[in-house]
Nanobody, 124 residues
Framework: QVQLVDSGGGLVQAGGSLRLSCAVSGRTFSSYAMGWFRQAPGKEREFVAAISASGFSTYYADSVKGRFTIYRDNAKNTVYLQMNSLKPEDTAVYYC?????????????????WGQGTQVTVSS
């Protein structure tokens, strides 16, 4: 069983930065592609960023491209989302997800395991 624990959310002013972390249990972390999604109140969960199992390939939603960076440390079984130049519209609960495949997906149905979510609030 794979378990994901999200952390790092908080309250930040517009223009600020946060780094989210997702610690993954299990010995096969390096074989999982990972993704970050977010869900704002009253909205559907949406794709934010993803990274391949090797870490060599990444992909971003247009809304965060150039501001957010996803990366992973396979030795620490952890994936990160560095968020810079935050905007009020980035406010949401952020979830990390693991996919039992080497290449990522941009859809929620493409992932097998989910973290509990961490709240990010950006004030204007």
């Amino acid at each position: 069983q794979v378990q994901l624990v999200d952390s790092g959310g908080g309250l930040v002013q517009a223009g600020g930065s946060l780094r989210l972390s997702c610690a993954v249990s299990g010995r096969t972390f390096s074989s999982y592609a990972m993704g970050w999604f977010r869900q704002a109140p009253g909205k559907e969960r949406e794709f934010v960023a993803a990274i391949s199992a090797s870490g060599f390939s990444t992909y971003y939603a247009d809304s965060v491209k150039g501001r957010f960076t996803i990366y992973r440390d396979n030795a620490k079984n952890t994936v990160y989302l560095q968020m810079n130049s935050l905007k009020p519209e980035d406010t949401a609960v952020y979830y990390c997800a693991a996919r039992g495949a080497s290449y990522y997906s941009t859809t929620t149905t493409g992932y097998d395991y989910w973290g509990q979510g961490t709240q990010v609030t950006v004030s204007s």
